[in-house]
C-alpha cells in the first residue's frame, strides 16, 4: 500500500513574476505582491523556491530568514506593513 500524499500540510511556489509570488499553501491559492513582500523582490530563485511549513499555522523560507503567518496570507488587510524605526537605527558620524 503506498503512502497517503497530504496536499494540505505543503507549501510550495507555483509562479514567480515580475509582480510576485504565487504560492500554494494548505490547498489553497495565494498571489504575494512584492509590494507587500519588498525583501523578496531581489532574492536568489533558489531561495524563494525553498517554501516550507513551519508548523501549522506558518510557512518559511529558512534560506531568506523570513516566515509569513498563513492568517496574514488569507487576510492580508489584517497585516498592514508597517516599519518601526529603532533609536539605535540612525547612528551619527
Same mark, same amino acid.
Given at each position: !500500500?503506498?503512502?497517503? +500524499?497530504? $496536499?494540505?500540510?505543503?507549501?510550495?511556489?507555483?509562479?514567480? #513574476?515580475? =509582480?510576485? /509570488? !504565487?504560492?500554494?499553501? =494548505?490547498? #489553497?491559492?495565494? +498571489?504575494?505582491?512584492? #509590494?507587500?513582500?519588498?525583501? !523578496?523582490?531581489?532574492?536568489?530563485?533558489?531561495?524563494?523556491? #525553498? %517554501? =516550507?511549513?513551519?508548523?501549522? &499555522?506558518?510557512?518559511?523560507?529558512? @534560506?531568506?530568514?523570513? @516566515?509569513? &503567518? /498563513? @492568517?496574514?496570507? $488569507?487576510?492580508? &488587510?489584517?497585516?498592514?506593513?508597517?516599519?518601526?524605526?529603532?533609536?539605535?537605527? +540612525? %547612528?551619527?558620524?
Amino acid at each position: !500500500m503506498s503512502p497517503v +500524499f497530504k $496536499r494540505e500540510s505543503e507549501a510550495s511556489v507555483l509562479m514567480i #513574476n515580475a =509582480q510576485g /509570488i !504565487m504560492l500554494s499553501v =494548505q490547498g #489553497n491559492d495565494y +498571489f504575494l505582491s512584492y #509590494n507587500r513582500i519588498p525583501w !523578496m523582490q531581489d532574492a536568489p530563485i533558489r531561495n524563494v523556491l #525553498n %517554501v =516550507q511549513m513551519s508548523g501549522d &499555522e506558518a510557512i518559511e523560507w529558512p @534560506d531568506l530568514d523570513v @516566515d509569513l &503567518e /498563513i @492568517d496574514s496570507l $488569507r487576510h492580508p &488587510e489584517r497585516y498592514p506593513l508597517v516599519i518601526k524605526r529603532n533609536p539605535l537605527d +540612525f %547612528v551619527g558620524a
